[in-house]
């Protein structure tokens, strides 16, 4: 999990928690991350009042986005 995503920077890569995310994501995307989890950062999006997420693209170039409660960061 991502605790202060004003430390990332745009290019970073990212690691998708599959877990996180398998309830709300459609089956061929989530087929997509199990294959390669890691994603990069591309930007930021407001969700609501006081959360932003995290636009990344996929391996296969497709660009989604998540909270940073389903994404951390590789070391």
């Keep these: ?3 202060d995503s004003s430390t990332l920077q745009k290019g ?3 690691r998708v928690e599959i877990n996180e995310v398998k ?3 459609p089956q061929n ?6 294959k390669e989890p890691i994603v990069e ?11 932003f997420g995290l636009v990344v693209k996929l391996n296969n170039g ?6 940073e409660k389903e994404l951390s960061e590789i070391m």
């Design 41 to 51: 950062l591309v930007g930021y999006k407001m969700v609501d009042g006081n959360e």
């Design 62 to 67: 497709e660009i989604n986005w998540f909270f």
């Design 12 to 14: 970073q890569l990212l």
């Design 23 to 25: 309830d709300r994501l």
């Design 1 to 3: 999990m991502i605790r």
């Design 29 to 34: 995307i989530l087929e997509d991350i199990r």
